[in-house]
């Protein structure tokens, strides 16, 4: 199968996730395409920018295989003039450095990570908000001139779209500070 093939294969599980789910809340029509059709934007955007995040991954992996080649060209240098000693003290010394780029490295793709959820998190309220007010409108017509009930509903509306919020914010934050308190031990 080919890449194409995956990423339709792909497309077409997000798709149909959507769907489920818009069916789940209980749109149908233009509100159910709409509402994936965002959806598709969101999901194009979080694979642009993990597209991102792994170029970037992949230059810092690169570097370091760099870096490691240098480090054995180093060795083989010293190891030719004799100084096994001195071969001793730059190798520790290079372990540990290697060391602390790792640690960096780390604490960069933290970074990356942390910065992926908040687009995450600035994707999921734009999606909140519109459905709100689409939800909103809905609830207006369903209950025209029934002002009381109008604004029971939209409550109802606004309370479960901020604890959505609240939730997906509260699990990415829990997540990066257990991942940032690891790094911290080292």
């Known amino acids: 199968m080919g ?16 769907k489920r789910e818009g069916v789940r809340r209980g749109y149908s029509g233009d509100t159910l395409g709409f509402f994936i059709v965002d959806g598709l934007k969101v999901f194009d955007r979080q694979k642009q920018e993990l597209a991102k995040q792994k170029h970037e991954l992949a230059k810092q992996k690169h570097e370091l295989a760099k870096q490691k080649h240098e480090l054995e060209m180093r060795k083989i240098d010293v190891a030719l003039q004799g100084k096994r000693l001195a ?15 790792r640690l960096a490295l780390e604490r960069r793709k933290l970074e990356l990570k942390e910065r992926s959820k908040k ?23 369903k209950y025209f001139g029934r002002h009381l009930v109008i604004d029971t509903e939209w409550q109802k ?12 914010e509260r699990e990415s934050w829990i997540e990066i500070e257990e991942r940032r308190q690891e790094l911290d031990k080292y």
Do not use: C, H, P, T
């Open 119 to 141: 687009n995450e998190l600035e994707d999921l309220i734009e999606i909140e908000e519109k459905n709100l007010l689409r939800d909103k409108m809905l609830v207006e017509r």
């Open 157 to 168: 509306l606004e309370r479960a779209s901020q604890e959505r919020i609240w939730k997906f």
């Open 87 to 101: 071969v001793d003290v730059a190798l520790e010394s290079e372990r540990l450095e290697v060391g602390s780029q």
């Open 3 to 18: 890449n194409y093939e995956i990423e339709r294969a792909q497309r077409d599980e997000v798709i149909q996730n959507l």
